[in-house]
């Protein structure tokens, strides 16, 4: 049989082509899907991934946990917080940012609105329903809905588990001891950005750099100025009252007090007359507290000196009348030392003609007191001065004992230290230089001009320590502080420019320990009513004086100083006392006095001119 010949290959159809195309596609989604769910499996459950910390915000905010050891030594950082710390001169924080955390959405992920605004009801009860729902209804993708919420709320909030609900980490400020030093500190607005005070002043230093930005104020005796003040102000129901105490050879700012003040945690809601500080932004008529500084000019040009006798007599120009409060000197005519120790108008008046009015110009501007005080405030107001072509021999004379011319009390103080350190005129500071010793001695750059010879300046400490011995100002009078200074009343001039009759600025300004000044003090009430310890009188005298004394004898401790044993303060005294009518050198041959004064001269020429008289009296107004 003859062998089959071989069957010849048939090529596959194109139906069994498909059907193996079909079981590769097939084996392959499945090693696909297969790869999926092994990641799957590694990401969710053998090795899970962590969230991104963009992703989701911490359920509870970390707690900061400052190193005790740093806080002592005044380094007051809190982690977590961008803002630095203010502290005072011992490292007592003021002023610090806290962790807090905001809730806000997403409302393009909000399903229901209706229903998650009153979820969030449940857990913030203060939250406003409507205006939640309208928040969440925007056509907007982020949305604040709460903000600076408590770490138990944040946790509540979460743990509801809706979608297009976030958190922000953020800070919130902090003013631990709530008034004090409020319009020093200032605040900050709703993004921590600052609005007022030092917060504003020093805003970006406050965010760029964390270390704290340590103060030249003192809280404890910021607290012992405040309390005292504060007293007075309710006793002699004032409308407010200032403060300041400076050191005289560096110009740092130990406290300054306004009243009435405010919580400055809640600066939003404080009112206008409390943020107002009148220690810097409140311009006053410096009343007789200006004669320090119309002996200091007469003597440092060379016009007076100390033994120079000046009329007391009342002034009469037009319908305008120069006279003294009161007669206590009983004295036509009164020295340098007296002028001063019983505060007469006449007098001053009559030593500012004797100067000149572009010199008294050029003195006060050397002074600092035609300009704002320098000072890292921004709310340090301009001095109302009057202009140059209204500054006649009038207005001369009523300078000369501080009318017609508003200052602000840090102006005034800072006059004050220039006679107890030598004659320096000191910037004012409320930034610590970082002295520690009790002996403070000012390094030559740090020196501002010398205006007042040291001679000079012994002469007036002199003087303002006789003001407390044997003038009117023995009420502010601190035993074993040996403090000198001036007192100052002035009427309060009304919103039309018209003085108030019996409505008094009362003020004094002064020093201590006169032989060798440390601080300068200043003390005002405005519009004090008089009581039955004073007699009724609101003179500066009877009330401001005896203010000073208070806040001296209970602050210098703190600061160091402590009262002089009897004999010793005796033995001071003396040195520092200087005659009421000092004795004329023999040398002297025509002393300033009746029959030899120029500014009596000048004024009886004026009264004898009736138009001139006029024509000087209209240039006040």
């Known amino acids: 049989m003859a062998p089959r010949p071989p069957r010849k290959k048939t090529s596959p159809s194109w139906a069994e082509k498909s059907q193996n195309r079909l079981i590769y596609l097939g084996m392959g989604f499945l090693a696909l899907y297969a790869g999926v769910a092994i990641k799957a499996l590694f990401a969710t459950i053998l090795t899970p991934m962590a969230p991104l910390a963009s992703q989701i915000a911490s359920p509870i905010p970390e707690i900061p946990h400052p190193d005790p050891k740093a806080l002592t030594g005044g380094n007051f950082i809190l982690p977590n917080v961008r803002r630095a710390s203010i502290i005072d001169r011992n490292g007592q924080p003021l002023a610090l940012s806290l962790p807090v955390v905001h809730v806000y959405a997403n409302p393009m992920e909000i399903i229901d609105p209706e229903d998650i605004a009153v979820k969030l009801q449940g857990v913030l009860p203060n939250l406003d329903l409507a205006d939640t729902i309208r928040r969440l209804k925007q056509d907007k993708q982020f949305v604040y809905l709460a903000r600076n919420i408590a770490p138990t709320d944040e946790l509540a909030i979460n743990n509801l588990g809706i979608p297009g609900i976030y958190f922000e980490n953020s800070e919130q400020r902090h003013y631990p001891l709530g008034h004090l030093a409020a319009q020093i500190l200032g605040g900050v607005d709703i993004d921590n950005q600052g609005i007022a005070g030092l917060e504003y002043y020093f805003n970006q230093r406050l965010m760029s750099d964390q270390t704290p930005l340590r103060l030249s104020i003192d809280a404890r005796v910021q607290a012992a100025m405040r309390d005292e003040l504060n007293i007075a102000k309710e006793h002699f129901q004032a409308i407010g009252a200032c403060a300041i105490l400076m050191d005289v050879h560096t110009g740092e700012i130990v406290a300054m007090v306004s009243l009435p003040d405010y919580d400055a945690n809640n600066l939003a809601h404080a009112p206008a007359d409390a943020r107002f500080n009148r220690a810097v932004t409140g311009m006053y008529e410096p009343g007789s507290t200006f004669k ?312 009886a020429q004026l009264t004898s001119d009736r138009d001139a008289a006029r024509r000087a009296v209209d240039d006040l107004h």
């Open 292 to 603: 320090l500084q119309t002996a200091a000019m007469a003597l440092q040009l060379g016009v007076i000196h100390p033994w120079d006798q000046f009329s007391t007599a009342p002034i009469h120009i037009d319908r305008f009348t120069i006279s003294d409060l009161s007669s206590d000197h009983f004295a036509p005519w009164l020295a340098l030392p007296s002028v001063m120790a019983f505060s007469s108008n006449p007098a001053s008046a009559h030593i500012a003609l004797d100067v000149g009015v572009e010199k008294q110009q050029t003195w006060l501007k050397n002074m600092g007191l035609l300009d704002r005080a320098p000072i890292e405030l921004p709310e340090s107001g301009r001095p109302i001065v009057p202009p140059t072509k209204n500054w006649g021999i009038t207005r001369a004379m009523t300078v000369a004992f501080g009318h017609g011319i508003a200052e602000s009390p840090l102006a005034i103080v800072r006059g004050t230290a220039t006679t107890g350190n030598g004659g320096y005129l000191v910037t004012p500071t409320l930034i610590s230089h970082g002295h520690q010793n009790d002996d403070v001695v000012m390094a030559e750059d740090t020196k501002g001009p010398r205006l007042i010879s040291a001679e000079n300046a012994n002469i007036l400490r002199r003087i303002l320590r006789l003001v407390v011995t044997k003038g009117i100002g023995r009420r502010a009078d601190s035993p074993g502080y040996l403090v000198g200074g001036k007192t100052g009343t002035a009427e309060k001039i009304s919103e039309h420019g018209t003085y108030l009759k019996h409505v008094n600025i009362t003020a004094f300004t002064g020093m201590f320990p006169m032989n060798n000044p440390r601080y300068a003090l200043y003390v005002m009430l405005d519009a004090p009513q008089g009581t039955e310890d004073t007699h009724g009188q609101t003179t500066a005298g009877w009330i401001a004086a005896p203010i000073f004394s208070k806040i001296v004898t209970r602050t210098a401790p703190m600061l160091g100083l402590f009262p002089y044993e009897r004999a010793k303060a005796r033995r001071l005294d003396a040195e520092l006392a200087i005659p009421l009518t000092p004795s004329i050198p023999p040398d002297i041959l025509h002393p300033l006095g009746p029959g030899n004064d120029p500014g009596a001269q000048a004024v």
